[in-house]
């Protein structure tokens, strides 16, 4: 399934969607993409040296006492369990690199809701921080969507915004 229609790459990567509240981890080069990012945050680890890569699509900031819920959901529980899957895949947090996209505020709320795309910017940010794994590049913020697709193989990460641009991360 191609992720940006006929304009994009056409490689023979395989390729994996990565729903909300879900994450993925690639150690063969697959091809790892999200959408609809709003105050959602993508979080992308990639460790060159190993070549594994993982893309979680977090929808909430932490999981605080949250029981049974799925890891990719939360920033703090997405990124531990995307470090500990790439380490058993023969990745090491010290050779990890992270990029971040999303994080909008594309509603107006008020009350428990607002502000919750920068509340997952800085969750996700504390997470990898507490990890001691840097942010290479970010796109965050600001009150459009976003798309994101990571090529598991080098760990390039291509940005589609809700207006059709693109950037590479």
Known sequence: MRTYGADSDQSDRASVEV?????????????LSTFGLGSC?????????AGVAGLAHVML???????????GKFADTAVAAMVRE???RGADADDMEAKLAGGSEMFEFTG????????????AREALQAKGIP????????????SV??????????????DNEREEL
């Open 19 to 31: 729903g909300i509240a879900e994450y993925a981890v690639t150690d063969d080069g697959e091809e």
């Open 86 to 88: 790439m380490e058993e």
């Open 149 to 162: 697709r990571l090529n598991g193989e080098i760990g390039a990460v291509e940005l589609k915004t809700a």
């Open 112 to 123: 428990i809701a607002q502000g919750v795309g920068q509340r997952n910017v800085e969750a």
């Open 61 to 71: 900031p932490t999981a605080g006492g949250s029981d049974g819920e799925s890891p």
């Open 135 to 146: 942010i290479e590049a970010e796109d965050v913020g600001g009150e459009h969507g976003r």
């Open 41 to 49: 945050v993508a979080v992308v680890l990639y460790d060159d040296d």
